[in-house]
């Protein structure tokens, strides 16, 4: 069997994820790593594949198939991902759900002109959320979708308490509410916005000198992250901080809620959940599936951007047609 | 819009379920329901439908862009499915797990042939469980599945009660043991046969001048069907059986525990739950959802049989792919 020769863009915890998962899948192997660092500095995993320097891409058409998007979505992709569509195959994380459309319209266009196929915003949410969310709405038309994210850390709401003066170190999980969660499960079908389906701990290290009730009133009452909020600050040691909250766990749900019959008096209940030890891991496994998928397209001729919308499921496993009728329907 | 014109084979519970869930779908409209019965036996609750002998449906083909087969998996679709498929686009929920290779074979050669797309073995298992197990092994390749069905009646295991001599009537319910849900959401990974995941409850109605200790030894010694489970017969009266088991309430869980990491050191679980107080009228929805996609796919000129691994998700929505990637991904 030909394997799939993949290139990683970017290796921080999404790109190192990706390494591991390319172990897991026995048609895929990686060919190269490609950092803006020093590649000196990075010592692999994998003992065939390379580090280069990002600039050094241009000259890999040949050795790699299907290039995987590991940067972060603010800066690094935007930029990335058009420059590399250009060359190769791409699959990527992208997750600023507000630009999806017009980054996809700049991805058809270069990768339709490479003759490639670029896969964006793969992931979990984008991704298997925005899946199920998409087969739940068209299975129960008539109810609503609930998305719940958590328990897990917030980067963006982490950031934005480690931005507060007299704040050494912090982190800040979302966390859903378990009634709300409860109450949507039971077939009703409350109004919930946000701020009423999650709640947000702070672990926080203080600076020296700094008053932890001062510290406390003004993260909670921080407009658009906290103030709005059930918000908990709790103050711990940088040692304790870094001892039990170094992993980056997540998960979260999707609740459909729907009904049907002639006088609408059924409930019926859909619900996607999962519940991560690593985040980056395993949403690098997803983007590796798409990889599968983006590598098999091309070969059939396809080109342009898509998305999970776009791919059958069939395309992402390492079984044949048959073999999942047989084994998995 | 042009709506998806409609026909219905076979008006039991799948079809009357597909009847109110076609009212649900703005872009689609029933135009006939086809019968073994006597047409005249049958009042549909949709205006502007009519009811017409399965014979009369070979001269239909320019009225109805769709046929949904609502027939049983033992003995109707396996002769009606090959015989519509070689004059309309199809989709049936053909369930018989073992036979959906010969099925799939039969449906594309016939298929190909008229020119139509069938869509076969959709619902929730053969369908949306099917679906999640693909998805979720293709993520996560180091790991085990767990399928749990229920709470809810089983068709097969009720029929098999009423068998017994001395049984009046009786239903079954198929229930996942808590204990092993739990055991397998935690991220262990047990071996675990059906039986060491379910148990069952059989409500039993007895007639005059039987033993309730005889007939329920009979029961849960039976083999195949009970002797394997943890069976519990309960005997009540035809009133109460009438009254408080009706319904057609069902339910179950897909359960992927995989493991990410260098020394598979993460657990990543993804959970699939549905929980049903109708499952017919929630099958009928799952089919409409791919009557939409078989519409579409043969508009496209696409032919043969398909299966949801074959479907992108895009296709079962009725949202463009611009708003679907705009409000949903």
């Not at 020093?38 to 390379?50: E, F, H, Y």
């Amino acid at each position: 069997m030909q394997k799939i020769r993949i290139g990683i863009v970017g290796y921080g915890n999404l790109g190192k994820g990706a390494e591991l998962g390319i172990m897991q899948n026995k048609d895929m192997e990686l060919v190269a790593v490609f950092t803006r660092r020093n590649p000196d500095s990075i010592q692999l995993k994998t003992n065939d594949a390379k580090v280069y320097s990002i600039n050094e891409i241009t000259f890999m058409t040949k050795e790699i198939d299907v290039m995987l998007l590991c940067g972060g979505s603010l800066t690094d992709i935007p930029v990335q991902g058009p420059e590399i569509a250009a060359l190769f195959n791409t699959v990527d994380g992208f997750d600023t759900h507000k630009k999806i459309p017009d980054y996809y319209a700049t991805m058809d266009e270069i990768a339709k002109k490479s003759k490639k196929v670029s896969i964006i915003a793969t992931g979990w949410d984008p991704g298997m959320f925005s899946l199920n969310r998409l087969i739940a709405n068209s299975i129960l038309p008539e109810g609503d979708t609930y998305t719940f994210w958590g328990e897990g850390i917030s980067q963006g709401h982490s950031d934005a308490l480690r931005r507060v003066e007299g704040v050494q170190d912090g982190l800040q999980y979302t966390i859903p509410i378990s009634e709300a969660v409860d109450e949507v499960r039971s077939g009703k079908r409350p109004k919930l916005s946000v701020k009423d389906r999650h709640k947000r701990i702070c672990y926080v290290v203080l600076k020296d000198g700094y008053s932890e009730k001062k510290i406390e009133q003004e993260i909670i009452n921080m407009p658009n992250y906290f103030a709005e909020y059930d918000t908990k600050v709790e103050f711990i040691s940088q040692e304790e901080l870094n001892e039990n909250h170094k992993g980056l766990p997540h998960g979260g749900y999707v609740i459909r809620s729907g009904v049907t019959g002639i006088n609408n008096e059924h409930n019926q209940i859909i619900e996607y959940k999962i519940k991560l030890d690593s985040n980056p891991e395993f949403t690098a496994n997803i983007l590796l599936a798409y990889v599968r998928a983006a590598y098999r397209l091309n070969k059939e001729g396809q080109t342009g951007a898509k998305t999970l919308f776009d791919i059958a499921p069939g395309y992402l496993s390492i079984l044949s047609p048959e073999d999942l009728r047989r084994s998995l329907l």
